[in-house]
């Protein structure tokens, strides 16, 4: 019959009895014997505990030699060692030397390896390494696979989830730090779960339906969550199935609607609202902005429509810019100058007047159409007066050639006319008409005696008056 010894028990008395073999003893293990005194026969097996390997010695030692018992073999020592393989269902892997501080420049690798049909969850009690040391979990059998933490210095308890049968642990050490002190390093439990890639099956909800992105409830699934009209989503409608197999929230509920939704605000317009909140028979006025003009109906009011829950009673409105008519042009005045010679303006527009060199604007330089029905100028056009404070020398010489062009106008038609009514004054006469200045003197008349006439010099005096 075999006695299993949890704990150590000292029995120096019997160690040395007479026909008994001294007490064995392991540290990190454990031992079965076939008797508990020692004596000659018995026969101890030893074991680690989990995360333990068993070096030296033998694993079962037999107490022999009657005439001076002891033990056939040295007990076995347990140590922490650095990498491992491991295919139990459940286990410990444990920091080189733990709980003693492990070494520097360390690069240890261990691999977890459960049934096919299960995965394995990493439960981290204890991690206190150095913030240069770094412990990383590979989700796969080598250090190829996705990564599903990397961890230094100190993190509390906290658990890991593996996508399959297999993950692989690697710790490295700073070559550079020596770690000193009990208890530095750390402690991973890993247990054989039940493989399931999925969530668990979110329920229906009353008064509403549910529609997932994927038909199984794999990770990364979206579950959306809608109410039949007149009902509400209270709570989260979108759940996630999460990296652990859990759900993002807590399952929604679809409430009754008991009052109408926020319509929103109405760009160039300010509302005014008949309550805090928008229950049955609340209402909204909108009112547009000055230059602005509404299209469509300025009040809202909400109001239950039976089953399909409380609504509003009119589409929202717009508040559009207000429509004018154009301004016509109010002319130009006398010797001035407007910006622009264009027939209407449109409203807002302006009109600028300037005059002549010369002249001098009275009024406003500046007209401005304001809208209206229908839009007017914002004044009367200027007027431009001459300024009479400027004529120097060469407006005088100019005011000279005005009138010797007025002279001309007025001298000349009136001379044509004088010379015309003599020429048929003459015809009239049946005389040519014989101007002295153009025509020569009967010199075959005159002698050479008679060097004076006066009939003669009467003649030409005659002739020179008619002209």
């Known amino acids: 019959m075999w006695i299993v010894v949890l704990c150590y028990i000292p029995l120096l008395s019997a160690a040395f009895t007479t026909g008994h073999c001294y007490e064995p003893f392991v540290r990190y293990g454990n031992l079965t014997s076939s008797d508990n005194t020692w004596a ?17 010695g033998s694993v079962t030692i037999e107490c022999i030699n009657p005439n001076n018992p002891q033990w056939n073999d040295t007990e076995p020592a347990c140590r922490a060692v650095c990498s491992g393989e491991m295919t139990d269902s459940a286990g410990v ?36 390494i150095g913030k240069n040391d770094l412990l990383t979990f590979y989700d796969g059998d080598d250090l190829t696979a996705k990564v599903l ?63 997932s992105s994927h038909p199984d409830l794999v990770q990364g699934t979206v579950v959306t969550y809608q109410c039949y009209p007149g009902y509400q989503v ?10 652990d197999l859990t759900w993002s929230g807590d399952l929604p509920i679809c409430a009754r609607v008991v009052s109408c939704t926020d319509p929103g605000k109405v760009e160039n317009s300010r509302r005014v609202l008949s309550g805090p909140h928008f229950t049955v028979a609340s209402t909204i006025q909108y009112i547009c902005n000055k230059g602005f003009a509404l299209s469509g109906n300025s009040l809202l009011t909400c109001f239950s429509r039976g089953s399909s829950g409380p609504r509003w009673s009119q589409k929202l409105p717009r508040c559009l810019p207000e429509a004018f008519e154009p301004c016509r042009h109010p002319g130009t005045p006398t010797y001035g100058i407007p910006s622009s010679r264009k027939i209407q303006f449109q409203p807002r527009e302006t009109l600028h007047y300037s005059c002549q060199a010369g002249h001098q604007l009275l009024g406003e330089p500046v007209l401005h159409c304001v809208p209206g029905h229908p839009s ?37 038609p009136i001379l044509f006319l004088l010379v015309t009514g003599i020429y048929f004054f003459s015809k009239g006469q049946k005389k040519p008409v014989q101007l002295s200045l153009f025509s020569s003197l009967p010199y075959e008349n005159i002698t050479g005696e008679s060097t004076f006439d006066p009939s003669v010099n009467e003649t030409m005096v005659r002739q020179w008056s008619l002209i």
């Open 40 to 56: 000659l026969g018995a026969l101890v097996e030893f074991g680690c505990d989990p995360g333990y390997t068993m070096e030296q």
């Open 93 to 128: 892997v444990l920091s080189p030397n733990w709980p003693e501080a492990y070494d520097k420049g360390q690069d240890c690798i261990w691999g977890i390896h459960v049934e096919e049909d299960k995965r394995i969850m990493l439960d981290i009690r204890v991690l206190n």
């Open 149 to 211: 933490g990397q961890y230094k210095g100190s993190k509390s308890h906290f658990k890991l989830y593996t996508s399959s049968a297999d993950v692989t642990i690697q710790f490295q050490s700073d070559p550079a730090t020596e770690v000193y002190g009990y208890g530095n390093g750390f402690v991973i439990h890993f247990f054989e779960v039940t493989r399931n890639d999925t969530c668990p099956e979110l329920p229906e909800i009353t008064n509403g339906w549910k529609s």
């Open 234 to 243: 209270v709570g989260s409608e979108l759940l996630m199935c999460q990296w």
């Open 376 to 412: 007017q100028w914002s004044d009367l056009p200027p007027v431009c007066k001459a300024n009479l404070g400027e004529y120097d020398g060469h407006s005088f010489q100019d005011f000279r050639l005005d009138r010797v062009q007025i002279a001309f106008v007025v001298f000349i």
